[in-house]
Each structure stands twice: as structure tokens, then as C-alpha cells.
């Protein structure tokens, strides 16, 4: 216990898994919180302070298993391993000490290495925030793969860039609010002054400076440090194989904030899960690693035609080249998760399995390098601008290609693309290690080295020699079973090994009397159907067993050991040949969409041009796959029409059609094709989606305070090259705050942002303001009246909605029959006072005050003066008579003789 009280002071905010023998065990509050989350039993051990201890436990084959579910419900957990064997303890040493347990690893939601308690397709990211005046340091990084980014950016940027890299666990001031992520921050680190961050970044990796990796503000080196030493801190001192730090900037991606992003459900539906998302719905990657980059992908649109023409030439050549892109999936579908076992291997905590995906992962390369090898025939075109490849400076950039309609590819055969020529750069690999690795391990590799057969016979000759001694020893442990059992006159007398008292000669019960007088038996146990014994033959062979396979247990450890060292020497070489897979998985995958013809490569450029034809919502349309035919609709926010005014009823589809040009944005900034015939699309630099607003109980707002709080971050936020969608605006309160709430944003939109929007609204009277806002075309969503109901067509059409068609929706979805009728009846007696086109927008009063105060008081009406005159209390009948022909001479002549 005192042990455990020293591990546990070291770690106070994790849960302490104190390794005891066999099991890992949790004690005191530890042990009450592990049992209420693993729902195991939770007893007692021993006493404190004359109080039983609360203890419970885990068995260490399936600790993967517990941790996992401990790491989802965020719980941070130290392991604490026993140090020592008790068997190898030194001759007269006190054996009744303790073992010595040291803890080795503390794991937290964002230094997860396991393959069980990781999400294969998804990133797994540590943030580290620091602030350093008037600017935020981020540093990311994926302690599984590698991974490891910068950026600076302003603290209103912030909640993006959450919604951006969802990660695990956030690093953070105390001070710096994470809103609705802050139950992701870790406990507090004390960050270190920016001239100690960079020198000390710098030693990490070995440099003179940090600025070898690029240009780095003084907060991003503080938060790239303190992302490192927390890291280090985990792993008892070491540090895994990290890439070295990467600055990104932001200027070159489509910003999305969080309300955007989960609007849109790129990654997250909104029940949490991941079917139907556009992440879901579009990818049709082979390997982890390639669905990770996928997912970066949708994550961080680009906002640079160059590199977005660099992705789509590289997989509208394998749509040309039908028969390399197949040849390429089967060289992917071998291909295993290479980074992930290679940050294993780093950190001392690889199995035998991680070594065996380095070697079949050098396999898988070697047969996509030979893929691209054959079917390039010609030089490889130079990069854009004399860069690097994605990432490299925005500079001279080419005109961009022409839309590709129905999907085709615009390269032919031959030249291989400036993407897939460097990915080919980063397969090419020296063949000595694929050839190591293939003669050394077994096939299959087992999962763990303790289990022994992990090195193939013949690669070792020392490890040979010690096999044949163990397993010469067992032939003849087999040998002399059958002898035991000639000379006792005992056919079914075994050899067997127990786990406490060695190899020993079980005899059933008739014969236990018989053994027992000889003097050549010790009787080692007694058992219900028997007893155990044992001989000095037995005994002394039982020794050299041992010895021989512990010797060869050693020595497989040794030469593991070895191959793992080979391996972590070309660990840069190896982390490229990870990324050109991936890079290579994620363009079959677009290539894949793009084959049926129904999917194009849009035109994405530097101007302000928008326009979509016979677009479609990929998640709806793949929902929808087998049941009826997705209604494609066209889109044109070009210059002179910038924003469109959508109208319609609900159910009509406003949602899926603004929805629908926000995803198409998406697919072609990330460089994937896109759902449509074709589309021209000037580069968006902010993406806001606004539709189907939520309440907020946790935080005290309602509905319409958080579409209040969203729009206003539009109008804050939007520019010129900003694409808008919204819907309903101003739903959430009374009509005419909400419809001139409605016409403000709307006019903001149109003359003041001057940016590209869709205006989805049920305020038909807006429409009329097609003749003051010159840019705004109004559309709306077509349906047909057909035997008493109506019929959505789901199609887009320029004009303006007559009515809302909510009573028929209502009937739709089930309101009861007589409600649904008074409904109808109500709504037909509100039209007739109103008319049933609504009241014009100039006879509202809000909107013609600024005309009413101009005109002259209107006279006084005779009739209501005289009538307010009269009071009826006072008069007698006969002056009541009068008053009443005198009202009535009052009337215009016309109401007069109607009366």
C-alpha cells in the first residue's frame, strides 16, 4: 500500500491500475469510480486505518478491453507495472519485500496508442493551446501516426478550429474559455516563456532552431512545447516518433465554424453516429489511413485552386485509367495501418503484429509503386508554380481546368499526375528491410511476443539451437510418461505441468494406494479423482524445460528487438511510404465516386462565379437509393444574382436544397468530385449553414436566442467571398418582429456583405423586395394540387410561393381530422380579412412609416366623433331615439342605403 500511495500522489487526477500479478487492481475512490463505470464488483482488501479498503479489479489479458470503456467516459488512467520477476530475484535477497512497481504510462484521451481503444478511421488528436498577447498558438498531434501542426490564429477563430479537429483532449489555460469543449481540457500545465519553448522544441528534434520547420509565432512554439512535454510525461520520459512541427496557416482553407459543421453533418449526424454524414456517404477508402486523410479532407476545405486541381487531376487520371485504379485497389486492400504500428514500435510498446504490418505494408507499396510504374509513360508534369505539392506556396497559379460533365476524367492515359508522382517518389524504399522482415517473422505474426513462434525457423540459428533443446525436452517428457505408465501398471497415468508445482505424474484414485508405498514417488498432491506426483527424474527435467525455454524466450526478444531497431532507423522513409498510401487510398476513393458518371469534376476559381447545374444532397440521395429518384435542382449565384430568395412549404425541400449547395462547396474545395452535371464555383473563404436551429436548455437559451446568436455571428463574420445558407429566420417570434428581423438580415446579406446566400424563408411578402434589392431573384419550391391534397415536386423554380400549405402538412403528418378541418376553416377566414395573397409589404405599418410621416393628419371622422360624444348612461329613451337618427344621417350615402 505504500507504493500505491506513492504512485497515486504522483497521478491524483487519474485512476491508479496497480499491477498485482495476474491482475490489475484499483483501490480506495479509484476502485468505487472503476466499478460503477466497468460495472464490475467492487470488494475489499485488507484495512486503512482500520477501514476496510475499497478494492476492485481487472484481469491483465483483458485490460485493453476496460481501458477502452474507461478512456470513452474520459477518465484518465495510470498503469503501474511490476518491475521485477520474483523468480529472477537475487540469492539471499528478502523475498518477502515487495515487488518494485514503477508507473509507466499514464493515458489520457489523447495519447491513446492501442488499436483497441483507438477509431481507426478517425484521427486521434492532442490540442495545446497557449496565448501570447493578442494571439492563440495552437499545436495538434496524433501520438498513434505522427502527426504534428501548428497555426496562430485570432481568439475568435478559436471554436472553428474545435469544430475542425474534434480532439480527444485539449491543453489549455485556465483562463482561455473552451465553451462547449471544455469537457475536453486536461488538468493544467504551466507553459514555458517563448525563448525557452524554441530552444527547447529545437533539442526535442534534434535542430539549431525551430525555424528549419517554417516560420512559427512565439504562441505556437509555447503550445508545440507544451504539447511535447505533456506527451513526454506520459510515456515515463520517452517520447514517441513525432513528425516535426508543421506551421499551416489558415489563409489557404475554407473556414467553417462548429454550427456549420454539425448543420451540415460532415462527420457527426445528429443522433451521434457517422452513417448518414457526407464523410458516411462519399467514402470508399480501403485502409485506415486513408479513410483519416479523407476525413481531413471534408474537415479543412482548401481555399487554393492550385492544389485543389493537384487532387483532381491525380483522380480524374485513375478514372481515365480504369484498369491501374483497379490494379491499385487490390495493391490498398493489403495494405495495413503502417503509422499507427510504427508509433507503437517507437515508444517500446509494438507486438509482433506491428512489426508484421511494416512488412506487409512494404509489400502493399512495392505493388502500387510497380502499378503506377507501368502505366506512366511519359515525364510527369512539374508542379504549379514550382512548389512542393499540397502545401506549398500560392504562387503563379495555372488557369484551372474545365468542368468535366457526367464524371470523366479530362487526363488520358500515360502522363502520371504531379500527386501520384510523388506519392510514387515515397513508395520507392530500400528493399533490404521488406526482404528482413519477410524472412524473420512468422506468418501470421502472433499477437503478443510472449506467446512465442513470432521468429520464422531457420532466420536465427542461436534461436533454433534453444528450441530444439525445449522441444527435445517435451519428446522426451512424452517418452517417459509412457515408460511411467509401463512401469506402474498404470495405462492412463499422465504427465502433466501445474502452474505451482512444475511438471508432475497425475494417477487416478484406484491407483493412489498402490504409488504411494514407493519409494521412488513423492506425493506432491492429494485430488479428489487422484493425486499428484513426482520422481527426481521428473524433477530434473522439469528444470531443464524451463531453462531452455526461457533461454529461447530470450533470445526471440533479442532478435525482435533487433528487426525493431531496423525498422525505426528508416521510420521517416516509412512514415512517407504511410502518407502515400493514404494519399493514394483517398484519391481511388474520389476516382471511385466519379466512375458512375454521375458525380463531375466542378471548375473551382479565383472570381466569384456560382453555379451548380442538376446538383444533388449526396447523404439524401444515397438514403433514398432504391426507393425513389432523387429531383436534382440547379443553382446560379453568379454576380449579377448573388443571393436567391427561396419560398415554399414545408416538406417541399428548402432544407435539402440549401443544405445541398453548402455540401457541394464542401466536396469541391477538399478537391472530390461532386454531385451534379457540372458546376463552376469561385472560391468560398467562409461557409456558414444555418438550418434546423435547436434550443440550448443547458445554457439558458432558447431557439430563437440561438438563431439570434448565429445570425449575428454571420453578420459579424461574412464577406464578399462567403457562401450563406439560412432558413426561417426570425421563425421564433411574434409574425412581424420576425418578418422585419427577416428583411434586415436579408438586406444585410444582399447590399452590405454582398456575399453569395440562399434565404430560405416562409415571409412570402419579402419576395416584393425583388424591385429594391437588384441582386436577389426570388425562387420557390414547386407543388400541385391534386384531389383535395397536394403534391411536392421538390423543384426549384424562379417566382414566389402563393401560400404555405401548413394545414396540408399537418394533415400529412398525422394531426387528428377534425383538428386539421377547424384548421382549414380558420385559414380561409383569415385570408378573406386578409387576403389571400397577403397583405402587400407597403401596407404594413412598420414598412410604410417612413411614407405616413411625410402625408398630412388625416380629417376627423363625423360619425366616431359624434359617437364618442354620446354616453348612454346619461341619456333618457327619447334622447337615445335622436342620437340614433342623428348617427344614422351620419353614414355615407352608399353604407346608408345598404343599412
Not at 164 to 183: K, Q
Request: some cysteine.
Amino acid at each position: 500500500m505504500a507504493q500505491w500511495f506513492a504512485a497515486k500522489e504522483a497521478h491524483p487526477d487519474a485512476l491508479l491500475f496497480f499491477r498485482m500479478g495476474d491482475f490489475y487492481e484499483l483501490f480506495f475512490a479509484d476502485a468505487e469510480a472503476a466499478a460503477a463505470a466497468l460495472d464490475i464488483a467492487l470488494t475489499h482488501r485488507g484495512e486503512h486505518n482500520g477501514t476496510p479498503v475499497p478494492m476492485c479489479g481487472v484481469p491483465q489479458h483483458a485490460a485493453e478491453a476496460y481501458l477502452a470503456r474507461l478512456i470513452r467516459r474520459g477518465f484518465r488512467v495510470a498503469v503501474a507495472e511490476q518491475m521485477e520477476d520474483p523468480k529472477s530475484r537475487p540469492q539471499g535477497r528478502n523475498t518477502k519485500a515487495p515487488i518494485r512497481r514503477e508507473v509507466v504510462r499514464l493515458i489520457t484521451p489523447g495519447t491513446i496508442t492501442e488499436e483497441a481503444l483507438l477509431e481507426a478511421g478517425r484521427a486521434n488528436l492532442l490540442l495545446a493551446l497557449a496565448q501570447h498577447g493578442n494571439e492563440i498558438g495552437a499545436a495538434w498531434l496524433d501520438v498513434s501516426t505522427g502527426l504534428f501542426e501548428t497555426v496562430g490564429l485570432d481568439p475568435a477563430e478559436l471554436m472553428a478550429l474545435f469544430g475542425r479537429l474534434e480532439p480527444a483532449e485539449i491543453l489549455a489555460p485556465s483562463g482561455l474559455a473552451l465553451g462547449e469543449w471544455d469537457d475536453k481540457r486536461a488538468p493544467d500545465v504551466t507553459p514555458a516563456p517563448p525563448l525557452v519553448a524554441r530552444r527547447r522544441l529545437a533539442e526535442a528534434f534534434g535542430v539549431a532552431s525551430v525555424d528549419a520547420f517554417g516560420s512559427f509565432s512565439d504562441a505556437e512554439a509555447i503550445a508545440a512545447l507544451t504539447a511535447v512535454d505533456y506527451v513526454r510525461s506520459t510515456q515515463a520520459g520517452m517520447l514517441p516518433r513525432l513528425a516535426r512541427p508543421a506551421p499551416q496557416g489558415q489563409a489557404g482553407l475554407l473556414s467553417m465554424d462548429a454550427a456549420t459543421r454539425a448543420s451540415l453533418e460532415i462527420h457527426r449526424a445528429r443522433d451521434g453516429g457517422t452513417m448518414h454524414t457526407l464523410f458516411g456517404t462519399v467514402q470508399r477508402t480501403l485502409t485506415p489511413a486513408g479513410a483519416r486523410l479523407l476525413a481531413n479532407w471534408l474537415a479543412a476545405p482548401l481555399a487554393d485552386t492550385r492544389v485543389i486541381a493537384e487532387r483532381q487531376n491525380a483522380w480524374g487520371w485513375l478514372v481515365a485509367e480504369r484498369d491501374a485504379a483497379n490494379r491499385l485497389r487490390s495493391a490498398l486492400r493489403t495494405a495495413p495501418d503502417i503509422a499507427r504500428a510504427l508509433g507503437r514500435l517507437s515508444i517500446g510498446r509494438g507486438s509482433p503484429r506491428d512489426l508484421a504490418a511494416i512488412r506487409d505494408g512494404l509489400v502493399a507499396a512495392r505493388a502500387a509503386l510497380d502499378v503506377l510504374t507501368a502505366s506512366a509513360t511519359t515525364t510527369p508534369p512539374p508542379l504549379a508554380g514550382g512548389g512542393k505539392g499540397e502545401g506549398a506556396p500560392n504562387q503563379n497559379r495555372p488557369p484551372p481546368p474545365a468542368p468535366l460533365p457526367h464524371g470523366e476524367g479530362e487526363l488520358g492515359g500515360g502522363s502520371l499526375p504531379a500527386l501520384l508522382h510523388s506519392a510514387a517518389l515515397s513508395l520507392h524504399l530500400d528493399p533490404d528491410l521488406e526482404q528482413t522482415l519477410a524472412a524473420a517473422l512468422a506468418d501470421p505474426a502472433p499477437y503478443r511476443l510472449e506467446d512465442g513462434n513470432t521468429i520464422r525457423p531457420g532466420y536465427d540459428p542461436a534461436l533454433d539451437a534453444e528450441r530444439n533443446l525445449r522441444d527435445d525436452s517435451r519428446r522426451v517428457l512424452a517418452k517417459l510418461q509412457l515408460d511411467y505408465a509401463q512401469r506402474y501398471g498404470v495405462a492412463s497415468l499422465k504427465i502433466k505441468h501445474h502452474a505451482q508445482l512444475g511438471y508432475v505424474m497425475e494417477a487416478p484414485a484406484a491407483a493412489v494406494e498402490k504409488l504411494r508405498d514407493d519409494p521412488d514417488l513423492t506425493l506432491r498432491q492429494g485430488m479428489a479423482n487422484g493425486a499428484r506426483f513426482t520422481t527426481r527424474e521428473l524433477s530434473d527435467l522439469d528444470r531443464r524445460i524451463a531453462e531452455a525455454g526461457e533461454r529461447a524466450a530470450a533470445r526471440e526478444r533479442v532478435v525482435f528487438d533487433h528487426l525493431v531497431r531496423m525498422a525505426l532507423a528508416r521510420a521517416d522513409a516509412l512514415a512517407a511510404c504511410a502518407d502515400a498510401l493514404a494519399l493514394l487510398d483517398a484519391m481511388q476513393s474520389a476516382a471511385k465516386l466519379a466512375e458512375a458518371g454521375t458525380w463531375c469534376r466542378p471548375q473551382v476559381t479565383d472570381d466569384d462565379a456560382f453555379l451548380i447545374r442538376a446538383g444533388r444532397h449526396p447523404v439524401v440521395e444515397a438514403a433514398l437509393a432504391g426507393q425513389t429518384q432523387f429531383v436534382p435542382n440547379d443553382c446560379d449565384l453568379s454576380p449579377e444574382q448573388r443571393v436567391l430568395l427561396l419560398t415554399g412549404p414545408n416538406m417541399a425541400g428548402k432544407s435539402t436544397f440549401l443544405r445541398q449547395n453548402a455540401l457541394i462547396v464542401v466536396l469541391a474545395q477538399a478537391g472530390l468530385p461532386v454531385p451534379a452535371e457540372a458546376a463552376a464555383i469561385g472560391v468560398v473563404d467562409r461557409l456558414f449553414s444555418r438550418v434546423g436551429a435547436a434550443d440550448d436548455l443547458a445554457r439558458g437559451r432558447s431557439t430563437f436566442m440561438v438563431e439570434m446568436t448565429e445570425t449575428a455571428a454571420i453578420l459579424h463574420q461574412a464577406g464578399p467571398r462567403s457562401l450563406v445558407v439560412v432558413d426561417e429566420i426570425g421563425r421564433g417570434t411574434a409574425t412581424l418582429d420576425g418578418l422585419a428581423i427577416a428583411w434586415a438580415v436579408l438586406e444585410a446579406l444582399h447590399s452590405a456583405i454582398r456575399c453569395r446566400a440562399i434565404f430560405a424563408t416562409h415571409f412570402h411578402e419579402l419576395a416584393e423586395l425583388a424591385d429594391r434589392l437588384p441582386r436577389m431573384r426570388p425562387h420557390t419550391m414547386r407543388v400541385k394540387e391534386w384531389k383535395g391534397s397536394v403534391v411536392f415536386l421538390h423543384e426549384v423554380a424562379a417566382g414566389a410561393a402563393g401560400r404555405s400549405w401548413g394545414v396540408h402538412v399537418a394533415e400529412l403528418a398525422g394531426v387528428p381530422p377534425p383538428v386539421v378541418r377547424r384548421a382549414a376553416s380558420l385559414l380561409m377566414s383569415l385570408e378573406k380579412q386578409r387576403g389571400a395573397a397577403g397583405t402587400p409589404l407597403s401596407a404594413l405599418p412598420l414598412f410604410a412609416a417612413s411614407a405616413s410621416a411625410a402625408s398630412p393628419p388625416p380629417e376627423a371622422d363625423p360619425l366616431a366623433t359624434a359617437l364618442a360624444a354620446i354616453e348612454p348612461d346619461q341619456m333618457t329613451p327619447r334622447q337615445a331615439l335622436d342620437a340614433l337618427y342623428r348617427l344614422k344621417s351620419l353614414l355615407p350615402v352608399s353604407d346608408s342605403a345598404a343599412s
